[in-house]
T-cell receptor, first 115, second 110 residues
Framework: EAQVTQNPRYLITVTGKKLTVTCSQN?????MSWYRQDPGLGLRQIYY???????DKGDVPEGYKVSRKEKRNFPLILESPSPNQTSLYFC??????????????FGAGTRLSVL | DQQVKQNSPSLSVQEGRISILNCDYT??????FLWYKKYPAEGPTFLIS?????DKNEDGRFTVFLNKSAKHLSLHIVPSQPGDSAVYFC?????????FGKGTRLHILP
């Protein structure tokens, strides 16, 4: 079954404690992306990656890091989480043609609370 | 500055009637426009898209209309069904970036 898998689904942590949210896709997609969803703000892109070792900032990259060492994985790293990073996070992937890039497959989400 | 705007946070429609969700954008360089649907506790799923060179795209009960001069697009759902109750995100893309609106929560009333 084609899917994007995020782990963990729920996470409560404390300010300053480094954490990683993993994302894996089994569709051999080139394009992967991270979003956060906040009430009243919709989905905002954090980082995206066009292929292995190619990453770029989205609209709200501050406080986040990503890596793309393998095509299937795109982890999101919070080196020193702060309460304003409490949010619902989604990973997504898609093909890289002009049309396919727009049809993103999303994971089920990771709800993060930073105390 | 919000480049993709969905000005209605919520919309209620009677089952069987037409649902019309609206979206405005500011950047005339966008080349694709999309609608995604999201149920609670799930990730968004792609619904329908339209290229900037077209003005209408239809897929079953879902039709998207694009008015480039007004920088406006709309999603029509006919007839509306209970399973259509969800949050709908409008999005626009150019090059490698997709920008989403804030979403409209659609309630289908029995």
């Amino acid at each position: 079954e084609a899917q994007v898998t995020q782990n963990p689904r729920y996470l409560i942590t404390v300010t300053g404690k480094k954490l990683t949210v993993t994302c894996s896709q089994n569709m051999n997609h080139e394009y992967m992306s991270w979003y956060r969803q906040d009430p009243g703000l919709g989905l905002r892109q954090i980082y995206y990656s066009m292929n292995v070792e190619v990453t770029d900032k989205g609209d709200v990259p501050e406080g986040y890091k990503v890596s793309r060492k393998e095509k299937r994985n795109f982890p999101l790293i919070l080196e020193s989480p702060s309460p304003n990073q409490t949010s619902l996070y989604f990973c997504a992937s898609s093909g890289d043609s002009a049309i396919a890039k727009n049809i993103q497959y999303f994971g089920a989400g990771t709800r993060l609370s930073v105390l | 500055d919000q480049q993709v705007k969905q000005n209605s946070p919520s919309l209620s429609v009677q089952e069987g009637r037409i649902s019309i969700l609206n979206c405005d954008y500011t950047n005339s360089m966008f080349d694709y426009f999309l609608w995604y649907k999201k149920y609670p506790a799930e990730g968004p799923t792609f619904l329908i898209s339209i290229s900037s060179i077209k003005d209408k795209n239809e897929d079953g009960r879902f039709t998207v209309f694009l008015n480039k001069s007004a920088k406006h697009l709309s999603l029509h759902i006919v007839p509306s069904q209970p399973g259509d109750s969800a949050v709908y995100f409008c999005a626009a893309s150019r090059d490698d970036k997709i920008i989403f609106g804030k979403g409209t929560r659609l309630h289908i009333l029995p």
